[in-house]
Nanobody, 122 residues
Framework: QVQLVESGGGLVQAGDSLRLSCVHS????????FGWFRHAPGKDREFLAT????????EYAESVKGRFTISRDQAKSTVYLEMRNLQSEETAVYFC???????????????WGQGTQVTVSS
């Protein structure tokens, strides 16, 4: 079965940057599109970014456009989310998810990672 393992979360100060990683296994990485989401306490799960199977197309939520960058390394079967200028309200558990095609809708994703905690101090 497809498995996703996120890493790279931690405690940072407002204004700092962080890069999250998502390692894919158990499937064909090149046939898989990916998304990043976050879930903060008391809030709905929020779409952040998605990337196509080839990496040629990306899409971002308006709230993170220009600050976050999603990318993929086909040789390493890894998806990344580079986050810049993080703010305290962005403290959340960040999740990587896999789908057949890129999408901003969580219900279209088949497999989810366990999440990695990102805490941004003010």
């Amino acid at each position: 079965q497809v498995q996703l393992v996120e890493s790279g979360g931690g405690l940072v100060q407002a204004g700092d940057s962080l890069r999250l990683s998502c390692v894919h296994s158990g499937g064909v990485f090149r046939n898989t599109a990916f998304g990043w989401f976050r879930h903060a306490p008391g809030k709905d799960r929020e779409f952040l970014a998605t990337i196509s199977r080839s990496g040629g197309y990306t899409e971002y939520a308006e709230s993170v456009k220009g600050r976050f960058t999603i990318s993929r390394d086909q040789a390493k079967s890894t998806v990344y989310l580079e986050m810049r200028n993080l703010q305290s309200e962005e403290t959340a558990v960040y999740f990587c998810a896999a789908a057949s095609v890129n999408s901003r809708w969580s219900f279209e994703y088949d497999t989810w990672g366990q999440g990695t905690q990102v805490t941004v101090s003010s």
